[in-house]
């Protein structure tokens, strides 16, 4: 039977954290302010830490996240997939639309509008140096699909599922806040609630806003330039940073508006909103070779899902990984605590089983489709001469998908859902990361005050201001891999917590057996025998006569 939260201990979840939220709070202002103020120094100063991590933690980051996939592949298999995340009888909070909605969108988001043509096209033009397949030839395209999956389906949704179950499990079976420390009682015990705990919840907040930032990032330079491309108005820095102040402005708006509304309906709208642009590409774009393209690249991805998984800087180029792989997954990591948390959030009532197919295998397997389409276009559009895609990834990558679309009809209306849906993804981040970031500072209140998640998020928005002015997307990579590093540590501490406590939980436990004498166990053997299957004498004796 899960324990209960009582109306105390939600009462004490609302109270802020002061020194939690002083310490986070000080940190991301020092950082905005050195964004500002002294550009060229942050940019050096992120240049060398890069270099420093992927030389010496590479190997970390790609064994941790296959680590991560492998337990929740495990524990969905295992007997622990009949735990129910809260009480024995709860009823899940969404129905199942909305909750992969809420899902998907906070757990991808802008970087599947951003990289769905980019990530396909620059493999294509430079491929992998382990692939050793010449450039813009069909085993190039092949490979730049295999490696586009490779990461953006199971591995980071393994991530996810991790933090996500640990964080459910102790909030609704338990019956404990909902921030990341909350999850270590088993390994600190009281400490959790003390200077241990903190710790890693200031780690949690940190990770929480450079990834939430790096989206965002993401969302403002695509969105400047398709107002470039179809407005006619010049991509700088300051229309980049204008769109950040205009879209933080629609996420306040919609942060009042609570989970259950404004949260819940932006998501539902953003898929909605995904899928129609994803129809139009198919249906006007290359449909049969879309149709080739999904169970070839599905195909290549899991025949070489082991290579791919444990490839590090031995015997690969080091600089290619830190820019892709690595990159990817200190992202997802850093991620981890924001998408973990809300994921948590809106999960309760599930089985562990129900909650981890469901994380691993939609999402996944929706991205495999929209990268299908939107990649498998685009690589067709290249190879047959119709639009130099690769030129304008080159120009810069948040061109790459407004050139798709002008290749094909009424480009103008999809560049304007394109921008209509980045903007929707941004508003979703930024009310979720918010809301998040509203709970760990606030002792993991389910609710936390309106005011302090308004906060996080114009916190979120400077950040990715900041981070922009000094050095764009160089920049926001940067800082994800160096505020991800810490957090691994944590991630792997969340995931002995969650195998222990899963091990201790009543409903896996088998009932203890009273020890009984042999005649005892003979004369109950000899009745269960003949209740469960009565031999063919018994049914001799009992059968009709006449």
Known sequence: M???????????????????LALSVGGVLAVVAWGVLAQGSLARFGEAGLAWAIATFGWFFVVAADAFLVLAVVLAASRFGRIRLGADDDEPEFDTLAWVAMMFSAGMGIGLVFFAVAEPIQHYATPPPAAGVPPQSGAAASVAMQYTLFH????????????????????????????????????????????????????????????????LGLGALQVAAGLDLVAGV???????????????????????????????????TNVVLAVVLMLFVFVVGPTIYTLEVLPASVGDYLSNLIRMSTRTGA??????????????????????????????????????????????????????VWFAVLGGSALRTQSTGTRDLVADVGASSEQALFGLLDALPLATVTSGVAMVLVALYFVTS????????????????????????????????????????????????????????????VMLGLAVALVRELAADPAVRPPARP????????????????????????????????
């Not at 010049?234 to 204008?242: I, S």
């Open 430 to 489: 930024a009310d979720s990361a918010s809301l998040v970031l509203g709970s760990l500072t606030s002792r993991g209140a389910l609710r936390p005050h309106r005011v302090l998640v308004v906060l996080w998020g114009v916190l979120i928005g400077a950040v990715a201001a900041a981070l922009l002015l000094a050095g764009g997307l160089a920049a926001l990579q940067q800082a994800t891999i160096l505020v991800a590093l810490p957090f691994v540590v």
């Open 234 to 268: 010049p991509d700088t820095r300051a229309l980049e940073v204008v769109v950040i102040g205009a879209l933080t402005l629609a996420f306040v708006a919609s942060a009042f508006s609570g989970l259950h509304r404004g949260v819940k309906w932006l998501s539902i």
């Open 152 to 215: 953006w389906t199971l591995h980071p949704w393994g991530i996810y599922a991790i933090a996500a179950l640990a964080l459910a499990y102790s909030t609704f079976r338990k019956g404990r806040g909902n921030r990341i420390s909350a999850a270590f009682h088993p390994l600190l015990g009281a400490r959790a609630d003390g200077g241990p705990g903190r710790l890693i919840d200031l780690l949690a907040v940190f990770a929480t806003v450079f990834g939430s930032a790096t989206s």
């Open 515 to 546: 020890r009984r004498s042999g005649l005892a166990a003979a004369v109950r053997a000899a009745r269960s025998y003949g209740e469960e299957d009565p031999a063919p004498v018994t049914r001799w004796f009992h059968r009709p006569r006449g």
């Open 2 to 20: 899960a324990e209960q939260v009582d109306e105390g201990q939600r009462q004490a979840g609302r109270t802020v954290d002061p020194v939690v």
């Open 315 to 368: 015997f690969s180029d080091p600089a290619w990984l830190g820019s892709w792989t690595i990159f990817y997954w200190a992202w997802w990591i850093s991620w981890a605590p924001f998408v973990g948390t809300f994921i948590a959030r809106i999960s309760r009532g599930r089985t562990v089983r129900q909650f981890l197919v469901g994380v691993l295998l939609v999402p996944s397997g929706a991205s495999a």
